[in-house]
């Protein structure tokens, strides 16, 4: 499965009449976060895929409301083409707006998805595939000011399922966009989706 992940900024190259031939072998669409609606019903409606998604500290309040028509993966686990994906929306947090949490406010999210991981052990024979957030985990790619802290929480969730990917987003890389983008952490590549990748599974 082609996956088109995108995150935090608005790509020309994404938004453009040759979105459609670039990305036509893509299957879904994920967003990290921060990236306006507009943006991914263009997306999704050019490549016409599903998208799932959690939100960033920049999105507004949306809840647990569906966007752009896509799917809000936080706090869920879902299958989609045999593949196991869970999310946990938002950054660490730094001054009380929406979309973000302490570590011990994301720990708790973490249980609400127990179930739905116990589950997905029990029918499939694997806890998880991909891990979508918005934030990364601690002790890779985050930053070192206080809103793009990793979590610990993250962290601990690839050490216990070993998912093949953590896609994150809220990292920016400007000026070597290239750069330090994966790498590995445990069994789990963890992605920086800044802009886009095209990962496939």
């Known amino acids: 499965m082609k996956i088109l992940a995108v995150s935090d900024h608005i790509d020309p190259l994404v938004y453009s009449t040759s ?11 994920i967003s990290c976060g921060d990236l306006p609606e507009h943006y991914l019903d263009f997306i999704v409606s050019t490549l016409n895929v599903p998208l799932f998604f959690v939100h960033g500290n920049h999105d507004p309040s949306g809840g647990k409301s569906d966007l752009a028509g896509g799917t809000n993966l ?3 686990v879902l299958v989609y083409r045999n593949c196991i994906i869970a999310g946990l929306e938002g950054s660490y947090w730094y001054n009380g707006n929406i ?14 998805l127990l179930p739905q991981l116990y589950w997905a052990r029990l ?37 216990k ?24 952490l445990f069994n789990t590549w963890v992605i920086n989706c800044y802009n886009y990748r095209v990962i496939e599974i």
């Not at 979105?19 to 669409?29: G, I, N, P, R, T």
């Not at 973000?100 to 720990?107: F, G, K, L, N, S």
Request: glycine residues 6%; hydrophobic residues 30%.
């Open 123 to 159: 029918r499939y024979g694997r806890f998880l595939d991909i891990l979508v957030t918005h934030a990364p985990p601690k002790g890779v790619h985050e930053g070192e000011d206080l809103p793009h802290r990793g979590f610990s929480t993250f962290t601990f969730i690839l050490q």
């Open 99 to 112: 979309h973000q949490y302490t570590e011990r406010d994301m720990y708790f999210k973490y249980l609400r």
């Open 161 to 184: 399922y070993q998912p093949q990917y953590h896609l994150h987003g809220h990292i920016h890389l400007y000026s070597a966009p290239d750069k330090n983008f994966k790498d590995r």
């Open 74 to 76: 936080d706090e869920r």
């Open 19 to 29: 979105c459609k031939a670039k990305f036509k072998d893509v299957e879904c669409v």
